[in-house]
């Protein structure tokens, strides 16, 4: 199965093989019809099994034949239980907006920061991705309509419910109009789910996709642990001290990535950022020089680096965890390929603790974590 076979324009295959896609994933085979036929979908998959652009994908081809929204009425609304998250889908839906010709205005909202500089992007929004919280703080101040809504998705909805939004998710579900599509993402199942379920959904398509138990183990893994101020210098110290020619490393957002291939750069590092607001010949050109051998260090996020494929790829850096297990094995999985032996090192920070227990005890190894602290550099 191929993208092209699924009902997506031209336009949007167009810019899912420039992001070097290759084949769906299987999540992404079944929702994308389901969604552009207009049926409720249900949803039940771990993060890293591709459900963001399962649904992004065919919101954006449902857009293409509507006129340019001018008004502060949404048509598209994705709610999430996290900035994080709400950063991160913000980010695959611009990437795949960039190579459309009826571009998509889309908008994250969330708590923590000031309201005024999201009130003011928010006229003309065709795909609203909103943190509970501050979706109803916009609603208080009359900064969105959402009387003309279309689609509602609910991602992660078992996350919502557990960080205590079950009121406001109530509170949001009676404003909306009772005609429209309803798109519902859980990795589980438990009951106040099935009730959210039972309220939200109308005959939906159902998909479950069961985790794949995935263990490396022809890659070697190490780990060192830092204070955070000193991850940059570590990063460059070990490159140095390793001698690495051919580096793939990982950030969490393209600003870390930007930042982080500058600092690079600074340091007489050569170094080249791969993520979805750099333009397709940029990419290109990038991924050209890397495979080359002829670019020292690609610093890539999660969604551009996918596309990534390289034989004998022999070092991949964690520069930052990513969000969940399964998006670690696919990082570390770019090296270490048919039959070859390769490395992944990651960078730990006290925060990241907890997190990093978690990746390992889901890939059933443990790392060796080394005390950078105590290295000199």
Known sequence: ??????????????????????????????????????????????TGSGKTAAYVLPLL???????????????????????????????????????????????AVYGGVSINPQ????????????????????????????????????DEADKVLNLGFKEEVDEILSRLPSKRQNILFSATMEDSVLTLIDKLLENPFKIEIKPEEVTPDLIEQVAYFINIERKGPLLRHLIEMNNWEQVLVFASSKRVADNLTTKLNKHGIQAMAFHGDKSQGGRTEALKQ????????????????????????????????????????????????AGATGSAVTIITEEDKHHWKVIQKKMKRWVELIDAEKMDF
Not at 13 to 30: G, H, M, R, S, T
Not at 71 to 81: G, M, Q
Not at 84 to 105: G, M, P, W
Not at 290 to 295: I, S, T, V
């Open 1 to 46: 199965m191929t993208f092209s076979e699924l009902g997506l324009s031209a336009a949007l295959v167009k810019a899912v093989q420039e992001l070097a896609y290759k084949n769906p994933y299987p999540i992404q085979v079944a929702a994308i019809p389901a969604t552009l036929q207009g049926k409720d979908v249900l949803g039940i998959a771990q």
């Open 61 to 107: 081809e449902t857009l293409q034949n509507k006129p340019i929204n001018k008004s502060r009425s949404i048509p598209i609304l994705i709610l999430v239980p996290t900035r994080e998250l709400a950063a991160q889908v913000l980010e695959v839906i611009q990437t795949f907006n960039t190579s459309i010709q009826r571009k998509a205005k889309s908008v």
């Open 119 to 154: 009130m003011m992007k928010l006229n003309g929004t065709d795909i609203l991705v909103a943190t509970p919280g501050r979706l109803l703080d916009l609603l208080s101040k009359n900064a969105i309509s959402l009387s003309q809504l279309e689609t509602l998705v609910l």
């Open 290 to 337: 890397f495979k080359a051998g002829k670019l020292r260090v690609l610093v890539a996020t999660d969604l551009a680096g996918r596309g990534i494929d390289i034989k004998e790829l022999p070092i991949v850096v964690n520069f930052e965890l990513p969000r969940s297990p399964k998006d670690y094995i696919h990082r570390i999985g770019r090296t270490g390929r």
